[in-house]
């Protein structure tokens, strides 16, 4: 009886003490993953991938984007952030936008502006996603249009951009929406109002693969303080 009570207390005592130790190494491999994120931070390697999207396909490119780039990004919905905390929270910035019948989104012009001096040198790439980008010479001048739109308000444009193809699937608009779509189709484009799909994974992850070579190269430029 004495001898049972004694091999219990005695796993007791080792159960603990492992736990214990146990605990101990998770709270360590815990600390020592927030101090390579701190790490990361303090060297400037933080990037923020911002996007406005009205029905998903710019978010869907967006994601493919970070796919395709290997370090660290943070995917945030523009109409979900605070301007003044990203705008001081990040180091490195890509900005992207589904072109609607208004052109580039309002809040995306609006960050734009707000953040001209801090995105200035910071600001790697820019893209927009609309049916515009078809391939042909007239597509090309509009999104060439979209694209001076969104750069209008900056210092200095940055040194990527791109215009990817974006996917309309009637049934999911609004009404309000697909009147006007319809509207604009007869009376631009002299076309019935149709589904389409031009999203394309594979260029979008091939250029944050283009992306990403940028920002290794931008590791290595030391950040301008107060700029």
Known sequence: MIQDLQ??????????ARAWRYSTLAMMAMSFGNEVLANDREKGKSTALLYATRYGATRETAEWIRKGIHAHVD?????????PEVLAGYDRFIVGSGVWIRGVHGKVLEFLETGRDRLDGRLLATFIVCGSAD?????????????????????SKPPMSMAFGGRLVVEHLSEVDRNALAAFYQRYLHDQLRDWDRTDPAKAGNFGKDVDALLGQARHVPLLEGV
Do not use: C, P, W
């Open 135 to 155: 391939g042909s010479e007239t597509g090309k001048q509009r999104t060439e249009y979209y694209l001076n739109a969104m750069h209008a308000s900056l210092a």
């Open 7 to 16: 091999t219990e207390n005695l796993s007791r005592r080792t159960f603990l």
């Open 75 to 83: 995917l945030l919905d523009i109409e979900r952030v605070s301007f």
